[in-house]
Every structure is written in C-alpha cells, then in structure tokens.
C-alpha cells in the first residue's frame, strides 16, 4: 500500500498534525475583524434653517424686495391697461392704431421679462443672505457627525436614496443641529 493512502498510519499522522497545526494558527492569528458598519444619519436641513431666527430676517428681507418690485410691475400692468382701453376708444387712422397696439405688445413682452427678472433675482438674493446660514448649518452638522463617529449625515427627506431597509430607522440630527446654533446663537 502506498504511503500517500489515507488509511496509511504515517499519512494519518501527517493529516493530524495539519489539522492541529491549522487549528492552532486559527486560535493564534489575529483574527481579521469584521468591518464595522458605517454609521449614517439625517438632518432636515429647511427645518433647521426656519428654526433659526436669521430666517424670519431673510424672509422679511424677500417680502420687502417682492413688494417693492411687484409694486412697480403692477403700476406697469396698470399703465399697460390704460394705453390699450385708450387705443381701443382712439378713432386714430388704423395704421396708427395698429403701431400703438404693435408697441405695446413690446411693452407687455417687457413687463413679462421683468416679472421672470425679478423671480430670478429673488432666488439670487435668497441665497446670499442664507449662504452664512448655510455655512454655519454645516459646521454644526460637521461637529455633530464627528462627535456621533459617524461617517454620513444624508438630508431629509431622502430623496437620493434608492433603497432603506423596512425597519431601517436612521438617527435624525435636525433637533440637535437646532439645539447647537441655538447656543452659538448668531456667530
């Protein structure tokens, strides 16, 4: 019988001392950790920012900007009703009236073009009165995740989120972020 059978007495030997030999590496050897899970978290970001009293300024800011530009396109919208109930009643050659309709169809394009203008730099404005807020949201945000060993704060809602497990309940840090530029109050 040839030695490499594993019925053979000097090859069952050999198999026992790998198998202790296998088995004392395994008890020995570091063992190789399971990765830990990355810690996540979320945080309502426009909740925190209308918590803070730096919104109700940004607000009144925008409301006193809209009312100001609205209030001059109204007078525009008003001017433009008079001049066409005018051409309207004007008993002028139709050439002349067709000019005047012809130009305040312009005007009205115009006035068009200034109310999309003004949309625009509300939202412009919006955002640099809030980019300190912003920033300030950040760094309590920053802290928060460093001081939790967290390695993700997502936004709420979750809308970039294709999938979370049911039950999956990811700590919220929206009252706590509030709580923190609380106390810094408006540094």
């Known amino acids: 019988m040839p030695m490499s059978h594993p019925l053979h007495p000097i090859a069952r030997r050999g198999a026992r001392c790998t198998m202790a030999a296998l088995t004392l590496l395994a008890l020995v050897a570091p063992a190789h950790a399971a990765p830990e899970a990355t810690r996540v978290a979320v945080v309502d970001v426009r909740q925190v920012v209308l918590a803070l009293p730096e919104a109700k300024t940004v607000e009144a800011r925008l409301g006193e900007l809209t009312r100001e530009r609205a209030h001059a396109l109204e007078r525009q919208k008003r001017e433009l009703i008079a001049a066409e109930e005018a051409i309207a009643a004007s008993d002028a050659p139709e050439a002349e009236r067709a000019r005047q309709l012809a130009d305040l169809e312009a005007r009205r394009q ?28 950040e760094k309590a945000i920053a802290a928060l995740a460093a001081e939790d060993g967290l390695a ?10 294709a999938y979370q497990a049911p039950g999956v309940a990811l700590p919220d840090l929206t009252s706590r972020v509030i709580a923190r530029l609380g106390q810094e109050g408006g540094k």
């Open 110 to 137: 115009q006035l068009k073009a200034s109310a999309h203008a003004l949309s625009g730099e509300l939202a412009k404005e919006e955002r640099r009165l809030l980019e300190p807020v912003y920033g300030r949201i």
């Open 152 to 161: 993700l704060v997502l936004r709420k809602p979750l809308a970039g989120v």
